[in-house]
């Protein structure tokens, strides 16, 4: 099983036998690809500057800390509020801030210049929209782990899911004392009971219509690039859900010796001793290593 293949923590080479520089190698494997699978983690908006605590937390929601004694925006979704009035105050600007009111990352707009003409899919456990607002198309995209611009009903009574956009706007402009008005609680439409987050945090996570169809776009992605030079390019994926992303990578490159692997991410960049010959290991913040590749 994939969980069980014992990584190289050192940095790799794509080819023992090349002495030419990661950045330069990275660069040739883009270039030699016939497409292109792109899997990004949270380090991917972290390095865009999308990050969950420090002084970005403190700017945005400095009256909630002073409130709650939050150390970080994802912690403080997971707080036991005493009235649904106070958790949408807080997640209604905890989307608004990471879905509505940011703009696209470099790092996501440099990444897609470097893909250019070369056929592409993305597979992201990220929620935040910024392969979108960067011009990605969102027919090459498959968000696995749900999305910030969508709800669900909590129940769910339906795999359903709904925009938010309008509501949490409004919720944002209303909201006082860290509460929003009663009157805006969202409830479902089909059996009233209270809307949630289209996030995967258990067993309710709805996966609607949109989601199917993504996630069969993306395995016909890899059915039709099956055996061709292919290249994983793992960005910021973390050791939380490596079963979405890195282990699948590791495989589909071990059961194709035409592939390339590349992980960039810092302090957790690693591969398989299978690929070590075909991988690329960078330990660097990824907005770094694709600036460097655009020059």
Request: glycine content about 8%.
């Amino acid at each position: 099983m994939c969980s069980r293949i014992p990584t190289n923590p050192s940095t790799v080479n794509c080819s023992a036998a090349d002495d030419r520089g990661p950045v330069d190698r990275f660069r040739q494997a883009i270039a030699d690809a016939d497409a292109i699978i792109v899997g990004a983690g949270a380090g991917m908006s972290a390095s865009a500057g999308l990050t969950y605590s420090g002084r970005r937390f403190e700017r945005l929601f400095g009256d909630f800390i002073a409130r709650y004694h939050f150390s970080d925006m994802y912690t403080a979704g997971f707080y036991p509020y005493d009235t649904p009035e106070e958790r949408w105050a807080y997640w209604s600007r905890h989307i608004y801030a990471n879905r509505y009111d940011s703009p696209a990352g470099r790092p996501y707009r440099d990444l897609l210049e470097l893909i250019g003409d070369i056929p592409y899919f993305v597979i992201t456990t990220n929620v935040d929209h910024q392969f979108q607002l960067a011009g990605f198309d969102k027919c090459r995209l498959f968000y696995t782990q749900g999305d910030y611009g969508l709800w669900q009903c909590s129940v769910p009574c339906r795999p359903i899911t709904y925009d938010n956009e309008d509501a949490v706007r409004r919720m944002v402009a209303e909201q006082k004392d860290q509460r929003i008005p009663s009157v805006l609680l969202p409830r479902c439409p089909l059996c009233s009971a209270p809307m949630t987050m289209n996030l995967r945090v258990d067993t309710s996570f709805v996966e609607d219509t949109g989601w199917h169809a993504a996630s069969g776009r993306y395995a016909e992605f890899l059915r039709q690039y099956e055996g061709k030079r292919l290249l994983f390019m793992e960005l910021g994926v973390g050791g939380n859900t490596p079963g979405i992303i890195k282990y699948p990578f590791w495989r589909m490159a071990a059961e194709n010796p035409r592939s390339v692997y590349v992980c960039v991410n810092r302090g957790e960049a690693v591969c398989p001793p299978e690929i070590a010959s075909r991988s690329l290991c960078l330990n660097e913040d990824i907005g770094r290593v694709l600036k460097k590749l655009l020059v």
